[in-house]
Every structure is written in structure tokens, then in C-alpha cells.
């Protein structure tokens, strides 16, 4: 069920990472679509947009996703298997010229400029980013990463709103992860999975009250 929307820090309180799933619940079409939205309006750094995502709606999604997690990371595995729904969150290892080509086409076509200098000057201020990251802090892959974290954290917040369970994961072999879906050789590789659906109930977490450090710990005043 909803929340009152207009209390974050209930929602907030309300979520926590799931460890058991009820497997007879699935998420609603709607819901999962409302959820595809957030992750595609979500914000990025000149707008860069370097994400991809792979979707397990099914046992057979699911068991691809989860061959990541036996062995090592097995104690994720049944987050993933007994979901409703798994994404896995990938980031693109370089925005090369066609890649952002096609975003500035997007935007022209979506009608972001109002005169053709304006989409000059946003082709050269996303290339002038891009060169920043790839030549001179080299850190090209790490930048898009982080705009595909964000994602993450928009989606979380969103699914708590909706009333439905997540669990972030990195306790995942991306390795295998990698090999399984053959992401890199579609320039992407995965960053990230995150398990959907409704709690059980029987999951030790959801009778712990949450911990975290006081507001006096983590802010100050400039």
C-alpha cells in the first residue's frame, strides 16, 4: 500500500533491505512501469544518461541474474530468486561520439533547443566533460558510474512511495555477471542489482529499528 506522499521521513523509515520475499506477490504492471519511469527521468550530468538495464520478471531472468550470486554471494541469491522483479544496473565503460551523438539528437528531437546555437553549445559542453574524464582525471568509467548510482537511489526512494521492497546489492560476482548477460561487448558492464517485491514478514531486519548516525554527526553549516 501507498504512503502519504508528502512524509519522507516515514517512507524512509518504512524501507529497509529486504532479506526474505513472498513469492506470491508479485509487483502490478502499473507499479513496474511507474518504477521503468523513475529510472528513465532520472538525472545525470550534462544529461549524459550512460545506463542500461536488464530486467528479470521471470524464473528463468531470475536465474541468469542469480548464477552471479551462487557461491561466494549465495546469502543474495533467494533475494533474487524469490523477488518479483530483479533489475541489474549497468553503466556504459566509454560515452564515445556516437553514443553522444545520439543524446544531443534525442534532445533536439525531445525539443531542448529553441535555436541551433543552443545545441552546439550543449554538444560542446558534454564533450568538454566527457574529455575532462576520459584525458584528464581519467576517470572516465568511475564519472559514468556514478550517474547511474544516482538512478539507484531515485528508484529505492520510489518504491518505498509505492509501498514495495527493495534490496540493493553489490555482494554480486559482476564478473560472472558480466559474462552471463554479455554486456561488455555491448560497452556496458554491471554496477549494481536490485531486487523487487513484498516482504515476508519472517525476515529478522523487519523488526529491527533502524541505526544511523544523528543529524549532529553528519551536517554542518557552511
Known sequence: MAHDL???SEIMTWH?????????????AADFQSLKDVLRLSPSATNIQPWHYV??????????????????????????????????????????????????????????FTEPKHKDQMDAKRKKSVNKHRYATKDEAHWLAQQVHITMGSLLLAAAMLGIDATPMEGVDFAVLDEELDLNTKGF???????????SGDGYNATLPKSRLSEADIMSKA
Open 6 to 8: 508528502t512524509d519522507l
Open 16 to 28: 529497509y533491505s529486504v532479506k526474505d520475499y513472498d513469492t506470491n506477490k508479485k509487483l502490478s
Open 55 to 112: 530486467i528479470a520478471d521471470d524464473n528463468a531472468g531470475k536465474e541468469r541474474i542469480a548464477k552471479a550470486t551462487d557461491g561466494h554471494h549465495e546469502a543474495n541469491s533467494h533475494k533474487i530468486r524469490d523477488a518479483s522483479h530483479v533489475i541489474v544496473f549497468c553503466s556504459l565503460a566509454q560515452a564515445d561520439d556516437e553514443y553522444l551523438q545520439k543524446v544531443l539528437e534525442q534532445e533536439d528531437a525531445d525539443g531542448r
Open 189 to 199: 558492464s554491471s554496477i549494481g542489482v536490485v531486487s523487487l517485491g513484498y516482504r
